[in-house]
Nanobody
């Protein structure tokens, strides 16, 4: 069974940084596009960042210049480096692996930005 396990969430002050990790198992990680989504209370889940199997990236306008997505295929892991965090970044962050008709999700990790 495919597993995606996120880690690295927590409480951080505005302006701070966090790095999220998502470790994948039981998939050929390198051929999957990987995405980070987030869902704040009372809001729809939204795409934050994505990286293709070839390493091309794109970002939501709200996080451009502050967040960086990267992947390490040798470790079957995708990362989300988050800098200059704002209270509006508070959400549960989910990892997603997608390819053709395959679509897998992690359980999510909470990020809270508050003073």
């Amino acid at each position: 069974q495919v597993q995606l396990v996120e880690s690295g969430g927590g409480l951080v002050q505005p302006g701070g940084s966090l790095t999220l990790s998502c470790a994948a198992s039981r998939i050929i990680f390198s051929i999957y596009a990987m995405r980070w989504y987030r869902q704040a209370p009372g809001k729809q889940r939204e795409l934050v960042a994505a990286i293709t199997s070839g390493g091309s990236t794109n970002y939501a306008d709200a996080v451009k210049g502050r967040f960086t997505i990267s992947r390490d295929n040798a470790k079957n892991t995708v990362y989300l480096q988050m800098n200059s965090l704002k209270p509006e970044d508070t959400a549960v962050y989910y990892c997603n692996a997608v390819r053709a008709f395959s679509d897998y999700w992690g359980q999510g990790t909470q990020v809270t930005v508050s003073s």
